[in-house]
């Protein structure tokens, strides 16, 4: 065997198994974020989203995202990976129903493993915005529709050889199929959904403190550990020029969206507030993630500083339009999904994947690449987000999709798992903390009035 | 006999301890409770949002003495958690109508 083959597979099954890993991450952010009642919850929702994801997209998913077809969805070799298939063979080399991935010089397991952890990442981002009133049941029948089909389809246009790509739209490892497509899904839950009792009661904006951020700190470092897999990963070879260099593009993102999102929630909210500094982290790895094979250091660093600072404005934008997202899922994935997509539009430098994307606008090649990466992010967003919309609709008309609202008080673990995440702790501190009725979270602060009783400390 | 209810705040547990052991008192119950008096709360600020803290962590200590100490304890537990800041807490003193041993169901002063 061709030590190539063998090295390239290596390679591809230890980043594929990083991204798996990613998982881990994100049940420790989301559940870091939101409150102890509702911990046993998010964990199973995460937990089983990937066993979902792996049957669906072994089901169908990889079919209609790989198969040969159309322009819009794949066609042959559509159900439990039985197509036609010679590789590792490469190229003109390669003979079989899935041609758009006939690049990849690794068996087609390998290619299915890879590309499925892939898909299981953008279903785990809707479980984040969706928490602690989603019910159980409609996530996990949500997450196999968009594993299936919605996930497959976009992914077609732009990995499988489908529409977008021919139009000259680069997404090297997935801002817009994974990231942005997680977060349109997300949107679309939430505004079906509503916002959690008690957020944005008379009119103001309630914090509901996450119960661990000890939890949430180190799911990011998960979660950063992970996207080393993501990135590099997506050469799916062991180019070692190529690969170095991405981890490095990767990690400068990592970085300046760490330093920007805490200098800004410094300036601007007061204090550099711990949950900012890890969405900033997160959101400046999701926006290199387009680019990261296409553009420099320096401009990876520009690009995660931008991204650092995005998201801590979302994040509150959200909160002032009344979009609950209790971990930042739609800052972090779907706003620098989109942000990162563009980016590549204005970063791309052709020097380093030459012949792909060619120069973006910043370093003298016009327009053209930036025009198809707007089209892809409209054209992924209307449709991601309108059947979603469907997808969501239709659950809310039949199973429903939001918990009662005495479930949604007494807390998801013990209304749809019967069970309780910390059960030695008898009482859930928040129970007594400032609050006036029904577990509600604590009041916003109140404006007092100089010279009132209340203002004179004795 | 006399139950003394102290609240506290939460740093001063240990001189309290030391204090009421240095008296010859070593058996005592606490809890952790959350008060609110004339000690205002604090701003807490999440993402974006600030909210208001106004029940605030304190140590609630509860020792049942013979009625001679009663003001003697009472007084070391002022000088031991006083800061003379706001907040320094509050103490009650409640009759107790009789005392038992579980072990060996002794009753009375001799059961404290």
Redesign the interface.
């Given at each position: 065997m061709d030590p190539k083959i063998i090295v390239d597979t290596l390679w591809v099954l230890f980043t594929a198994m990083l991204v798996f890993f990613m998982n881990t991450g994100f049940a420790m952010v989301e559940s870091g974020f939101a409150r102890a009642k509702n911990t046993v919850n998010i964990l199973s929702k995460n937990f089983i989203v990937f066993a979902v994801s792996s049957l669906a997209f072994w089901l169908i998913g990889w079919g209609l995202m790989f198969g040969n077809g159309n322009g819009f969805f794949g066609i042959e070799g559509l159900f439990t990976l039985g197509g036609a298939d010679n590789s590792p063979a490469t190229n003109d080399a390669y003979e079989g129903a899935y041609s758009a991935i006939g690049w990849a010089g690794v068996p087609l397991m390998a290619k299915f493993f890879f590309q499925l952890v892939f898909a299981g990442t953008a279903a785990t981002i809707v479980s984040g915005a969706v928490a602690e009133r989603i019910k159980y049941i409609s996530f996990i029948l949500f997450s196999f529709i968009m594993v299936a089909v919605l996930y497959p389809v976009t992914g077609h246009w732009i990995w499988g050889g489908g529409w977008l790509a021919n139009l000259g739209f680069w997404d090297f490892a997935g801002s817009t199929t994974v990231h942005s497509v997680g977060g349109w899904a997300a949107l679309a839950g939430v505004l079906l959904l509503g916002s959690r009792i008690g957020k944005y009661k008379d009119g103001?904006?309630?914090?509901?403190?996450g119960h661990s951020m000890p939890l949430a700190t180190l799911g990011a470092f998960i979660l950063w550990l992970g996207w080393f897999g993501f990135n590099p990963g997506s050469t799916m070879a062991a180019d070692v020029d190529a690969i170095a260099r991405i981890c490095i593009t990767t990690n400068s993102a990592a970085a300046a969206g760490i330093l920007s999102s805490t200098l800004v929630?410094w300036l601007v909210?007061?204090?550099p507030?711990l949950?900012?500094t890890i969405n900033g982290c997160l959101g400046g790895l999701v926006a290199i993630t387009a680019g990261c094979a296409f553009v420099s250091v320096g401009s990876s660093v520009i690009i995660g500083f931008a991204a650092g600072a995005i998201v801590?404005f979302a994040?509150?934008g959200f909160?002032r339009v009344k979009i609950d997202d209790p971990v930042?899922a739609l800052s972090v994935h779907l706003v620098n999904g989109i942000f990162g997509t563009i980016a590549v539009g204005l970063f791309a430098q052709d020097v380093f994947s030459p012949g792909t994307t060619g120069d973006g606008l910043f370093f003298g090649g016009g327009f053209g690449l930036l025009t198809s990466q707007l089209i892809g992010v409209a054209s992924v967003g209307a449709f991601t987000f309108g059947l979603s919309l469907v997808a969501w609709s239709l659950l809310k008309a039949t199973v429903g999709i939001r918990v009662s609202r005495e479930e949604e008080v007494e807390g998801l673990d013990v209304g749809e798992h019967g069970m309780s995440a910390y059960p030695e702790f008898a009482s859930s501190p928040e129970r007594?903390?400032?609050m006036s009725d029904e577990t509600m979270?604590?009041?916003?602060?109140?404006r007092v009035e100089p010279g009132s009783e209340v203002a004179v400390?004795? | 006999m006399k139950k003394i209810e102290a609240i506290i705040r939460p740093h001063k547990l240990d001189d309290v301890r030391e204090a009421l052991s240095e008296e010859g008192i070593r058996g005592m119950t606490m809890i952790e409770v959350k008060g609110i008096g004339r000690q205002k709360g604090h701003t807490e600020v999440y993402r974006g949002s600030e909210y208001q803290i106004d029940f605030l962590p304190k140590i609630k200590l509860e020792v049942v003495v013979p009625d001679e100490i009663v003001d003697k304890i009472v007084s070391v537990i002022v000088r031991s958690a006083r800061t003379g800041s706001v907040g320094d807490g509050k103490i009650f003193i409640i009759p107790v109508g009789e005392v038992v041993r579980v072990r060996t169901e002794e009753v009375g002063e001799e059961a404290l």
């Open positions: 103001s904006i309630h914090p509901i403190p929630s909210l007061g204090k507030d949950s900012m801590v994040v509150v909160d930042g007594y903390s400032a979270p604590p009041k916003p602060k109140r400390e004795h | -």
